[in-house]
């Protein structure tokens, strides 16, 4: 089973600022299999990446995801507002697995 | 619009069986792979299950295999979560979630229900 960790653990930015949240793989990963997704307080989770680097649909443009191979980053250009909660990798390939996490916060 | 709605959770004693619905509605069900993803309180996501668009092909985490099934019925629009022999550990809230491809698995969960509680409790 491919672990992933995430890094840092909890990022304390402000509005306007820039966010980099990696995601490592414990072996390699097909970047067509690597999503992140964005999760509030008492919601489900929200698809923002797939295939390491393509927005899914409504996704500003202000997040981004690049990466191959273990190594996997979600950025986020400018953070608005809305844009604290926790986000988490989660790769496919034979199972899925989801990383444990970054909370972006004030 | 594209909605997915879980029913079927509850309160259940260990050993126990219980069965999970999600009704789609808003797209066409059938192209789809469908999965199962749980969350236990203050933790985040883990994947429980997967089911292929036709329902020929399941996968399951290994904390579930042989307890849950995960099943379809494209004539009806639903999925099913099949949970026997109850854990405490199986307590979370219990998503149901839409593969992004169509006609091939990509793990990319695009639609998402709003989740039912299962509560593993003696």
């Known amino acids: 089973e491919i672990v992933l960790t995430q890094s840092p653990g909890t990022l304390s930015l402000s509005p306007g600022e820039r966010a980099t949240v990696s995601c490592r793989a414990s072996?390699?990963?097909?970047?067509?299999?690597v999503a992140w997704y964005q999760q509030k307080p008492g919601q489900a989770p929200r698809l923002l990446i797939y295939?390491?680097?393509s927005r899914a649909a409504g996704i500003p443009d202000r997040f981004s995801g690049s990466g191959s191979g273990t190594d996997f980053t979600l950025t986020i250009s400018r953070l608005e507002s809305e844009d604290f909660a926790v986000y988490y990798c989660?790769?496919?390939?034979?199972?899925?697995?989801f990383g444990p996490g970054t909370k972006v916060d004030v | 619009q594209v909605q997915l709605v879980e029913s079927g959770g509850g309160v259940v004693q260990p050993g126990r069986s219980l069965r999970l619905s999600c009704a789609a509605s808003?797209?066409?069900?059938?192209?789809?792979?469908m999965h199962w993803v749980r969350q236990a309180p203050g933790k985040g996501p883990e994947w429980v299950a997967i089911?292929?668009?036709?329902?020929?092909?399941?996968n399951y985490a290994e904390s579930v295999k042989g307890r849950f099934t995960i099943s379809r019925d494209n004539s009806k629009n639903r999925l099913y979560l099949q949970m026997d022999s109850l854990r405490a550990d199986d307590t979370a809230v219990y998503y149901c979630?839409?593969?992004?491809?169509?006609?091939?698995?990509?793990?990319?969960?695009?639609?998402w229900g709003q989740g039912t509680a299962v509560i593993v409790s003696s």
């Open positions: 979630a839409k593969d992004r491809g169509r006609g091939v698995v990509t793990a990319a969960k695009d639609v």
């Open positions: 808003g797209f066409t069900f059938s192209p789809y792979g």
């Open positions: 089911i292929s668009n036709d329902g020929s092909v399941e």
């Open positions: 072996q390699t990963v097909s970047s067509r299999y």
């Open positions: 295939g390491a680097s």
């Open positions: 989660q790769q496919y390939g034979p199972s899925v697995s």
